[in-house]
């Protein structure tokens, strides 16, 4: 049977009996990183206008117990600090956005994480500079999931050179109404 992918209020979720396919993740994170310089039209909040244009899918691994994607992010001047190099809030900024969407692919209706949680801890480690106009690759995986709790990991990487740059751990927590009764 054909697993159906559908927007229901502001979250995305699907209906899958078995493995998603790459076309169905590739539909639903395109709907989250949706490109948009009109007021109100990104799902994600105007505030993240300036970042969102600049990122792409670039790959999705399909597993439906440990999804993950790869996101391609290139690094504007309004994404730097003084120094000319990506600034920490923008980096934790992307990892807490990026890192939340592999959870679309376990939401469920009913409770079980199709608002895609809140955030309860997100530690960042830097570890290279990242100047503007370089490309980067951020992995977004989902590590662990339960009916109230998420563990989330996102690694940056130099397109260029394939060195990590910063890494980030990310625990959500699930904020359904109905997620206490599953």
């Known amino acids: 049977m054909p697993k159906q992918i559908g927007l229901q209020g502001d979250s995305l979720t699907v209906d899958a ?11 639903m994170y395109a709907h989250w990183i949706k490109k948009s310089d009109d007021e109100g039209d990104n799902p ?12 792409s899918l670039y790959s999705v691994n399909t597993s439906p117990t440990l999804p993950s994607a790869t996101f391609l992010f290139t690094v504007q001047q309004e994404h730097s600090n003084r120094h000319g190099t990506l600034h920490g809030g923008c980096a934790a900024t ?3 956005y990026l890192t939340t969407l592999p959870l679309n692919v376990v939401a469920r209706p009913g409770g079980y994480w199709q608002r895609l949680g809140v955030s309860r801890n997100i530690s960042v480690t830097y570890l290279r500079p990242v100047q503007v106009g370089d490309e980067v690759l951020v992995e977004a995986e989902l590590v662990q999931v339960s009916k109230r709790m998420a563990v989330l990991r996102g690694t940056m990487r130099r397109k260029s050179d394939g060195k990590v740059a910063m890494m ?4 959500k927590v699930n904020i359904d109404k109905n997620a206490h009764k599953l």
Request: aromatic residues 6%.
């Open 17 to 27: 009996n078995g493995e998603l396919s790459a076309d169905e993740l590739k539909a």
């Open 94 to 96: 992307l990892f807490d």
């Open 168 to 171: 980030c751990e990310h625990q």
């Open 44 to 55: 994600s909040g105007d505030w993240m206008n300036t970042i969102m244009p600049h990122v």
